[in-house]
């Protein structure tokens, strides 16, 4: 078995995470309320990154009830209590967001994460597949599987994968995951030159 270890790997994923809050936002935006209520939304889009949270969460709950069978709202507030470290609120939101479009990458996204936090790595990959399936150019949720066949699944070469698909997705602008790559076919080639074909 090949071990990689980040030691900025944690750093790395609460700054992605961070990048998922605000990068997000337009995709989540797709899907919007009723033109009467689209106001409400994009007040609660704004106070949301200008981090008043009270006031966009406040927002996006009475959107709930104003227009409940919109995902936005719903998706936009597992990501508030993602970033609150309230996963079980975070993931009753995102599952309600689901159950409102199927189809919600960013909801399974952050399903995702959070089933990796809860060490349910497999759930996890089920997720972020099902997210690349429905968008194939999510390169979050690419970046995000990577990490997780690298770190916690003992999958190199599939990592390797989609770190080079989210590479090509964003223009290969990310010099951290280029030397994550570099890092990892290096290994991977030390791995075969000693024991032969890894997995």
Request: charged fraction near 20%; hydrophobic fraction near 35%.
């Amino acid at each position: 078995m090949i071990h990689y270890i980040k030691p900025i790997a944690l750093i790395y994923l609460a700054s992605l995470l961070l990048a998922c809050s605000s990068s997000t936002q337009q995709a989540v935006s797709r899907d919007r309320p009723q033109r009467q209520y689209s106001q409400d939304y994009d007040k609660a889009i704004v106070a949301m990154q200008n981090g008043d949270i009270e006031s966009a969460r406040n927002g996006f709950y009475a959107l709930t009830q104003k227009a409940p069978s919109y995902t936005g709202p719903w998706t936009n507030l597992g990501i508030i209590y993602a970033n609150q470290r309230n996963y079980i609120e975070s993931e009753r939101h995102f599952k309600e967001a689901l159950k409102r479009q199927a189809q919600n990458t960013v909801a399974m996204n952050w399903l995702a994460y959070i089933s990796k936090i809860k060490k349910d790595y497999y759930s996890a990959s089920i997720l972020y597949q099902r997210a690349i399936e429905v968008d194939p150019e999510y390169s979050e949720a690419h970046l995000n599987l990577a990490i997780l066949y690298e770190e916690n699944l003992s999958r190199p070469k599939d990592a390797l994968i989609h770190y080079k698909l989210y590479q090509s997705l964003t223009g290969e602008t990310n010099n951290l995951v280029s030397a994550w790559i570099h890092n990892l076919e290096e290994s991977i080639n030390n791995y075969v030159a000693s024991n032969g074909e890894v997995d």
